[in-house]
């Protein structure tokens, strides 16, 4: 009998270029993959391309180097192996949780949504109340949201903007992609994310992001508290906490930390005066 086995061979070359970035050195020159998959530097250069705009393959732009990108991990994390993010959190969550008195959330983007996988709630009379929910469509509007996309690779914030729009949640919910832009580089500079009212009126939220054994952002880490708390100070020791608390949480995942003038070292105060994220 003739083998009735059929294969694409330009699947089985991406196969092989992510089997080769799962497998080799954490950032691998094109020419470098290409030799390791057998495929000449053009068509590794098309099929890279094709994996880089749709995230599964990631691009350091300074040293010219390809890695794993979001979506692959994000794959991964789905089989029975994954690391149960949730439950090496919650000590963290805890420890949040009793340093600042006011609820706190763990959120990570599943498909194009927000979602909220963990949460402590405060103990305070007057408390923001939420629940383990999918935030539809809300990832540029709550500070987790933001805190996340800061690092996605700009084809994929493109891809759920298009998806998701910009939904108006308050009066105050950026709407425009250049502000959302703007906003997102403010994250990434100073290494947190804060949104006021932007989701929810009369709530404040900050959020820092999570990164995972190979530095991937994975998930975001946040504070919420009623306007009526988050005066300038409390407000600046808040995104200490929130900063801190991600960081090691981030360590417990096997992150090694930033690159020297990789990531940024948080700066809560100057960021939260009221034109800030």
């Given at each position: 009998?003739?083998?009735?086995?059929?294969?694409?061979?330009?699947?089985?070359?991406?196969l092989d270029i992510l089997?080769?970035?799962?497998?080799?050195?954490?950032?691998?020159?094109?020419?470098?993959?290409?030799?390791?998959?057998?495929?000449?530097?053009?068509?590794?250069?098309?099929?890279?391309?094709?994996?880089?705009?749709?995230?599964?393959?990631?691009?350091?732009?300074?040293?010219?180097?390809?890695?794993?990108?979001?979506?692959?991990?994000?794959?991964?994390?789905?089989?029975?192996?994954?690391?149960?993010?949730?439950?090496?959190?919650?000590?963290?969550?805890?420890?949040?949780?009793?340093?600042?008195?006011?609820?706190?959330?763990?959120?990570?983007?599943?498909?194009?949504?927000?979602?909220?996988?963990?949460?402590?709630?405060?103990?305070?009379?007057?408390?923001?109340?939420?629940?383990?929910?999918?935030?539809?469509?809300?990832?540029?509007?709550?500070?987790?949201?933001?805190?996340?996309?800061?690092?996605?690779?700009?084809?994929?914030?493109n891809r759920i903007l298009?998806?998701?729009?910009?939904?108006?949640?308050?009066?105050?919910?950026?709407?425009?992609?250049?502000?959302?832009?703007?906003?997102?580089?403010?994250?990434?500079?100073?290494?947190?994310?804060?949104?006021?009212?932007?989701?929810?009126?009369?709530?404040?939220?900050?959020?820092?992001?999570?990164?995972?054994?190979?530095?991937?952002?994975?998930?975001?880490?946040?504070?919420?508290?009623?306007?009526?708390?988050?005066?300038?100070?409390?407000?600046?020791?808040?995104?200490?906490?929130?900063?801190?608390?991600a960081a090691a949480l981030?360590?417990?995942?096997?992150?090694?930390?930033?690159?020297?003038?990789?990531?940024?070292?948080?700066?809560?105060?100057?960021?939260?005066?009221?034109?800030?994220?």
């Amino acid at each position: 009998m003739p083998d009735e086995r059929r294969t694409i061979q330009s699947v089985e070359r991406a196969l092989d270029i992510l089997e080769v970035l799962a497998t080799g050195a954490d950032e691998m020159r094109l020419n470098e993959i290409a030799r390791a998959t057998h495929l000449n530097t053009s068509t590794c250069h098309h099929l890279i391309s094709t994996l880089l705009d749709r995230g599964y393959v990631g691009q350091n732009p300074r040293g010219r180097t390809y890695f794993l990108g979001n979506k692959t991990l994000e794959l991964s994390r789905s089989r029975a192996a994954m690391i149960d993010l949730v439950q090496i959190a919650m000590p963290t969550l805890r420890s949040l949780n009793q340093g600042t008195g006011e609820t706190v959330h763990l959120d990570v983007l599943r498909g194009h949504d927000l979602t909220t996988v963990a949460k402590l709630d405060s103990q305070h009379a007057v408390r923001v109340v939420t629940d383990n929910a999918t935030k539809a469509g809300a990832a540029h509007a709550a500070a987790t949201g933001k805190a996340i996309l800061a690092w996605l690779p700009e084809t994929e914030l493109n891809r759920i903007l298009a998806d998701k729009g910009l939904q108006a949640f308050t009066d105050v919910t950026i709407r425009s992609k250049d502000e959302l832009v703007e906003n997102l580089g403010l994250v990434r500079r100073q290494g947190f994310a804060i949104d006021r009212e932007e989701h929810q009126p009369g709530v404040v939220g900050v959020a820092a992001a999570i990164r995972n054994h190979s530095g991937a952002v994975i998930g975001a880490l946040s504070c919420s508290m009623p306007t009526m708390r988050a005066d300038r100070d409390q407000l600046a020791r808040v995104c200490d906490q929130v900063t801190a608390a991600a960081a090691a949480l981030s360590l417990r995942l096997g992150d090694a930390g930033a690159d020297a003038g990789d990531r940024p070292a948080p700066r809560p105060l100057p960021a939260c005066r009221p034109s800030a994220a």
